[in-house]
């Protein structure tokens, strides 16, 4: 699947066409973040890192936004085979 471009995963975001890992979520957690925060760091970020997986040669971004309360974070997400967004993790810079 070609690279998403912001548009495309933010329409997916505003549309809840997305699944959080477990990874992400406990990510999330981890840094006390909500799925609002989550979603602000699609919603208000740009893709700054295109990545693809040496052995399976699957293909991520990195989105640097903001969360809610304005600091910086990043979520690294691909598009999986059913069209939904997958988010892999995400944290706060």
């Known amino acids: 699947?070609?690279?998403?471009?912001?548009?495309q995963l933010r329409h997916l975001i505003r549309t809840l066409n997305y699944v959080v890992s477990t990874h992400a979520a406990?990510?999330?957690?981890d840094d006390d973040l909500s799925i609002l925060d989550l979603e602000n760091i699609i919603l208000t970020g740009q893709v700054t890192e295109?990545?693809?997986?040496?052995?399976t040669r699957e293909s991520k971004v990195v989105v640097s936004g903001i969360i809610i309360d304005g600091k910086p974070?990043?979520?690294?997400?691909?598009i999986g085979f059913?069209?939904?967004?997958?988010?892999i993790t995400a944290y706060v810079l």
């Open 1 to 7: 699947m070609p690279n998403p471009t912001i548009s």
């Open 26 to 29: 406990e990510e999330l957690e």
């Open 50 to 55: 295109r990545q693809r997986d040496t052995q």
């Open 73 to 78: 974070a990043q979520a690294v997400v691909k």
């Open 82 to 87: 059913t069209g939904k967004l997958i988010v």
